[in-house]
Structures are given as structure tokens and as C-alpha cells.
């Protein structure tokens, strides 16, 4: 006898047909769209709300306990708690994501002779992939030329079992190894057919695999059992390189083909850091050099008087989206530029020109920036609504218990169907994240005794990529050195050295070199830390 099943629509995805007891978090999965879900479905987080409508089991004890009466009461559920009884549908406010695949169209220069790492001109195709714990990026290779055929991102759909890698371990660790695996090879299967499709490529002739990532990510995606990197020593389970068949990873290939990682240096310095840090130039000799890796987890690698240090720091997604009551990924329609003008008027600006959907990192940066700038924001990061000022007209609360905001946009303003707007939360988050990096790379340098004024240059790579305002990032204190002219962007750097690695036996070797000329620094031990880390937090004085 077939089981019974029943219609459950959710905005934003597809109809999809679920079986009694199953949680609108796994009907939405299916219907195409990540919900935010930071604690994994522990009913604890209250991230997964939805308006839900149709026959859904009575309110669990969590949801009593994290949503109002009248909450309840007008249809508001958490999707992790509520199951399915029969026929039903639900609305995501925000707070979920489409699993779909877009072009990543972020600036890319193919590998030459002046980085030395040209290709070696072998025929065929390749594919370099990178897996982020918030987002996953793909190209499809020329191996000939270097060039990219296509290439294409996606969000982690891990991302319903927690924000984080420290969410997505104890999942693992709790039994759910097993669905981090199968949905991450899914979606890198369908992104590979996607890829072949835009390029013109027959899906299965990929001839080689690299794929970077965090010791975590790559060790889920290769079937390792990542346990190890949740609790002191943090130990990964392989250091070095891993390789497998490609086709046994779930990714179409040509038979035979391999996918190897570059090289994983410690728990929570993998293979992206090394490929950004390759990307950077830092195996070549040069001054004291910084390359920061602005992910969920920021890896920060230091050249300095011919030794390399790596370090990795908790930032936390406030910076790519999560976390953030309007945040979203840099996608189409996201903000990702707020000024002042001259005038004294704020200028938006979205990604593609769309519509404002949400704020990404590059648009929160500026923000925060606009905010200390026009003395709303403390150094403290207590955020004021002054009475006047250009941007009085835009903040609210703070007065009978109200959480301040500043409204970035608001309901009407350039089509914009939902106020944009920054939180006293919100701004909290980003403080914690800046504050790490910020420690993070000071720690880093003190140990390898490298004083700020000295460095050469700070690359930053990671999802803000090219977009991000030095002189925001400068303004809001995220990075050390504070002198705009040695601030360069490189983009996507993991998934630009995995393609160099791709293509060129020499930047495959100059990365197992480097893999193995790093230094790991432990930064939740280090001394310092905690105490930098505090003074970090704030925002440099106001200048006015
Ligand atoms: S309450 Fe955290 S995922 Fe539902």
C-alpha cells in the first residue's frame, strides 16, 4: 500500500507532496528553498518562523515557549516543529533562501604566465569547486587556456541545520552526518549539470576535480567523519591532501577522473585559506603581507621575514547575510552600497539594480559606516536616534523598550516591497564578527611579531569580494593597518587558486609547499586574545 501523501505549498518554491509527521523545514528543503534554521532544528533558535495555514499537528512545548499567544494564534509556526497532518502550506518572511543556481558573475582573471602559474595546456575540461559553509561556488574550466566556461553559486543547503560549522558539527555528531552529506553532494551534482549546460559541455567531461574548502566542509563532502574538529585539540580527520573518484562524490565526471582537495593545514585552516593564500602570491617572497579570507570563519594567513602563519577566527555569518534581521546574500536586489550623499540624502545602491530585497555584508559595512559617521552610532555600538542630523528622519525606537533601528530603505523607496533596516542586534552581531577579525589578525601579527604599519598590503578575499568600500571597512575598524591604499580585494581567491591549481601542475605544487610551510596559531588559546577581542568590539571614536 502507497503511503498517503498531501499538497503543501510554500511561497517562493514548488508544490510539493509531504507525508504526515514530516516538518515544514524539510517540506520547504524539498520545495526548493533553505530556511534560516541556526540551531539545527533544536527548537530553540526561533529563526524558522512561518505563517502557516492548512493541517499541521498542534504547537509543540518550543514553540510555546518561543512564539507569543498571539503569535500562535494568527498561524505563526516554527517550521521545525510543526508536522504535517494533511494538506497545508506556509509563508517564509525573509528568513528562507531559493536553493536555485545563478551565475557567479564576480570578476575573474584566468592564471598567466606573470602569476607563474600558466596552464599546461592539456585539452578538455575541468571544474574547480568551493565549498563555503554559507554558499557554494563552481566553474567549469578550460584546462587549455584557463579560462572559465561557467561558473556558478548556490547556497550550502546545510545551511537548515545551522549557521555555522560549530552548528553543522554538533548536527553531525547528533546523527545527521549522513543528510549534511547527501544534500551538499546534491546540490554540487546539479550545480556540475548546470555548469555543463551554460558551457556548452557535454555533463560528465570533466576531466579533473579541485575542490577547496574548510577542513569540516571538505570532510563531509569526501566521507570523512569531521567529529574531531568540534572539540579541543580540534583535531581534522586528514591533514595534507584527500582524494577520491570523482563520480563517487556524486559528481558527474568523466570515468576515472579524480577530485582532490589542496592542502588542509589544521582543524579550522583548510584548503580555501591555502588556495586564497596561493591566489595572494604569499608562497613568493615580499614584505609582511596579510591575506584575510572574510568567510563565516575568517582564515587569515601572515607572510612576514620567510615564515607563513595561518589563524582562524569565529566571525559568524553576520557578514555574508545570516544573522542579520534584513540580511541576505550578495544576490540581486540586495543592498550593497549605502552613503551619504553630498547633499546630506542617503544613496542605495542594489546588487543588479533590482528592487531592495535585503542588506548584504558590503551594504551592512557601509551602514554601520554612515551610522558612525553621522554620530547615530557609539563607538560603544549603542545606536541613538538624534533628533536632527541627515539621517534623523530614518531612525526609530529606543524609547519604551522599542529596539532601535535605522530603516535603510524604506516600504516604497525604489520598489522596495519590505523596509530594509539595521537593528541595535543586528549592529551587535556585526561587532562580534568585526571584532574577531579584527583580534584575530592583531593576535596573528603580535605572535609573529609584525607590527601593523608595516604591512605591505591586506588582501581580503570571501564572499564581499570586489564590492566592499575600503574606507568603510577601515571606518568601522574591521581591519588592522587602517590605511586604505594597501587594502586589495581578490575576490573569490579560494575558487580563483583552485582554478590555478586546476590548470597548472606548478600551482598545485606551490600549494602543497605552501600547505606545508604554514604555521597554525591557535587563537582560542592565545594570550591576548580574549582581551583584544573586547577592545575590538567597539568602533573607532566617532569623528565628530
Ligand atoms: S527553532 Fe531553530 S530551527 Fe527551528
Known sequence: MTEKTYRIDIEGGAAVRARPGDTLLEVAAEAGLEVSADCGGAGTCGKCRARAGG????????????????????GVRLACQARISGDAGAVFEGNAVSSEITDFCMEYEPPDSGRGHAPDSERGFGLAIDIGTTTLNARL?????????????????????????????SFAVSGGLGALRSGLRRRVSRMVEWLAERGGVEAGAAKRSIVVGNPTMLSVFFGYDPSGIGAAPFTPPFTGTAAALARELGIP??????????????????????????????????????????????????????????????????????HISCGSTAREGA????????????????????????????GLI?????????????????????????????????????QPEFHIVRPGEMGARRPVSITQQDIREAQLAKGAILAGAETLMAAAGVDAASLEAVYLAGALGYSLNSKSAIRIGLLPGARPEIVKFIGNAALDGAADALVSAKARED??????????????????????????????????
Not at 515557549?65 to 494568527?74: C, F, H, P, T, Y
Not at 584548503?271 to 614584505?287: E, F, Q, T, Y
Not at 603581507?289 to 575568517?298: F, K, P, Q
Not at 600547505?515 to 586574545?529: C, N, T
Request: aromatic content about 4%; some cysteine.
Open 141 to 169: 574550466v578550460d584546462l587549455e587556456t584557463g579560462r572559465a566556461a561557467a561558473s556558478a553559486a548556490s547556497a550550502n543547503p546545510q545551511r537548515i541545520y545551522g549557521a555555522d560549522v560549530a552548528s553543522r558539527l
Open 366 to 402: 557601509d551602514a554601520l559606516a554612515v551610522l558612525l559617521d553621522s554620530g547615530a552610532l557609539a563607538a560603544s555600538g549603542r545606536l541613538t536616534a538624534p533628533e536632527d542630523g541627515p539621517i534623523a528622519d530614518r531612525l526609530s525606537g529606543g524609547d519604551l523598550g522599542s
Open 253 to 322: 565526471a568523466a570515468e576515472g577522473a579524480v577530485a582532490e582537495t589542496l592542502p588542509v593545514v589544521a582543524g579550522y585552516v583548510g584548503a580555501d585559506a591555502v588556495s586564497a593564500a596561493l591566489r595572494a602570491g604569499l608562497h613568493r617572497p615580499g614584505g609582511p603581507r596579510l591575506m584575510i579570507d572574510l568567510g563565516t570563519n575568517a582564515e587569515m594567513v601572515l607572510a612576514a621575514g620567510g615564515e607563513i602563519w595561518a589563524c582562524a577566527a569565529a566571525a559568524g555569518p553576520a557578514f555574508e547575510g545570516a
Open 55 to 74: 493541517l499541521l499537528e498542534p504547537p509543540s512545548d518550543a514553540e510555546r515557549k518561543l512564539l507569543s499567544a498571539r503569535e500562535i494564534e494568527s
Open 335 to 362: 543592498v550593497d552600497t549605502v552613503m551619504l550623499s553630498e547633499d546630506g540624502t542617503l544613496a542605495v545602491g542594489t546588487i543588479g539594480g533590482a528592487a531592495p530585497e535585503g542588506l548584504c555584508g558590503t
Open 511 to 544: 600549494a602543497r609547499l605552501l600547505g606545508d610551510s604554514i604555521r597554525y596559531f591557535e587563537l582560542s588559546s592565545a594570550p591576548g586574545f580574549a582581551d583584544r577581542f573586547a577592545a575590538a568590539m567597539a568602533f573607532p571614536a566617532n569623528l565628530h
